[in-house]
Each structure stands twice: as C-alpha cells, then as structure tokens.
C-alpha cells in the first residue's frame, strides 16, 4: 500500500491526483531539489494479462523518447516486485478529459480547432517512432 509521506526512490509521495483502473497518481517532491513531479503508480497484480503489460511498456519507451513542451515527460521510472513507479513531469490544469468534454458543448470552431491540434501531434508522434 502506498501512503502519504513514503518516499520511493527520492521522492517523497504526497495525496492522490488521479486514479484509474490499474494505476493511481499522485504528488511528489524531490527530496534534494524540491522540485515538484507527478509519479504514476500502477499496481502489477492488476496488468498481469500480456495486453496491459504490454501497453505500459510500450507508453514507458514512447514517453522516454518524446520530448515536447505539450507532452508530459517521463522522468525517471522505478519498480519494486508489486508496483512500477513512473516519476513525470507535475502538470497543473486539471484533467484533460474534463477539458475534451467542455470542448463539446463549445461551438463548432472551437472543437474542430482542438481535433485538428490532435491529429497534427498523432501524426508528428507517429512520426518519430
């Protein structure tokens, strides 16, 4: 179980920022810098079936070859025998889906305008791999 105050690695983890099927999220600081980090928790009794574990593999080699001021960087990853711990860049501004889901009661520029922006970056993303 992983509680407010442990420390992995460096970091010391703070409250929860998200939460998800197989992972949760929450705050951390670098214990020598201060700096600020989001760190990606995900449970590996949860992502025992081959698809899973192979997404997150595959999410972990992506985020560490990508560097853009739009996309969340990967900064470190850590792995006890339960848990994998990616440490990402701390990201304010809520949750993108609440964003996604403003955008479609927005008019019609506005949502035509952010799926344009999407499919620019998947196909710059596809691009580099």
Known sequence: MVTKGMVIGKYELGRTL???N?????F?????????FAVKIIDKSR????????????????????KHPNIVRLHEVLASKTKIYMVLECVTGGDLFDRIVRFIFAPRTVFCSLA???CNFKSKKYALI
């Not at 197989?22 to 929450?26: D, E, T």
């Not at 951390?28 to 600020?36: E, H, L, N, P, V």
């Not at 899973?52 to 990508?66: D, G, H």
Request: proline share 0%; aromatic share 4%.
């Open 18 to 20: 998200g939460e998800g």
């Open 116 to 118: 344009q922006k999407v």
């Open 22 to 26: 197989s992972a949760k999220v929450k």
């Open 28 to 36: 951390a600081r670098d214990i020598y810098s201060g700096q600020s």
């Open 47 to 66: 992502i025992t079936r081959l698809t899973v574990s192979f997404q997150i593999k595959r999410e972990i080699r992506t985020l560490k070859v990508l």
